[in-house]
């Protein structure tokens, strides 16, 4: 158990010892942790790992029994953004842009962890609330849009991030010690965008939600790579005539050595 988990647990024990009616009736308590509440980008960077661990305590500060039966879910969400999605059609031979659809919500980067499949610990209603599961994801469509459309695209944009490895949905991968101790590996790929992430864990007991914890991860550019993305984004038009003017030279200057050899 993590120092803060120490500290928290002492502290409840102490206000149910002053108070016990303070255990009476109530549900248990989550306190989580992550392995690193900062990822900096790097020129080179590969992915990472993060340990999303705690525990479980009962109301009176104890730990839980081993044969409690709980069950974690790990919730790690990206910054949303606004997409807008192309589906393509082969006409005549070609592919060209059909039908479209805009979401104003959707999460950039979204991974769930559980300690069971998830039919297995909540009901479809439970898992829409909370967005427990790729399929239960609340993207937010933009104007009319038949609910069968709804659903193609985001079954396609789901399919194309988890490709991605964007979205990831690991069941059984939540382990649990002693009914108390959890702990989750969540992997982050290269690709991600910087920005806010927020971790949820959510203890479950027989399909309902007992107890629920959040942590905030940053992920960060520094550096070479932090100083191109502010310029991109707050001088666009010059960055992109940049952009445009440095692949000409190097056309021009490949073209050059190949004339020369």
């Known amino acids: 158990m993590t120092r803060l988990a120490v500290i928290a647990a002492g502290l409840w ?32 960077f590969t992915g990472a790992d993060l340990l999303l661990y705690g525990a479980v305590l009962q109301p009176d500060g104890s730990r839980a029994r081993g044969d409690t039966p709980y069950d974690i879910v790990v919730v790690l969400k990206g910054p949303t953004e606004a997409i807008n999605l192309r589906e393509k059609r082969r006409i005549w031979g070609m592919w060209i842009n059909a039908d479209s ?10 991974a769930v962890a559980s300690s069971r499949p998830l039919p297995e610990i909540v009901d479809t209603r439970t898992a829409a609330i909370y967005e427990l599961g790729l399929d239960s994801l609340q993207l937010s469509p933009i104007g009319a849009i038949r609910p069968d459309e709804v659903s193609r695209f985001v079954a396609g944009l789901v399919s194309k991030r988890v490709a991605n490895g964007l979205y990831v949905q690991a069941e059984g991968a939540v382990t649990i010690s002693e009914g108390v101790l959890y702990q989750a590996r969540i992997p982050l790929p ?12 959510f203890a479950i007991a027989n399909g309902r939600v007992i107890a629920s914890a959040t942590s905030e991860v940053t992920v960060t550019k520094r550096g070479f790579e932090r100083a191109v993305e502010i310029w991109s984004r707050e001088y666009s038009t010059i960055y992109g005539l940049m952009a445009v003017a440095l692949s000409v030279f190097m056309g021009w200057a490949a073209g050059r050595l190949f004339a020369l050899g």
């Open 101 to 110: 659809a805009q979401f104003r919500s959707a999460p950039s980067y979204y």
């Open 13 to 44: 024990a102490f206000l149910v010892a002053a108070c016990p009616a303070l255990a009476q009736g109530r549900d248990p308590i989550l306190i989580p942790e992550i392995s690193q509440h900062e990822v900096v980008v790097r020129q080179g």
């Open 190 to 201: 290269s690709s991600v965008l910087t920005g806010e992430y927020t971790a949820e864990t």
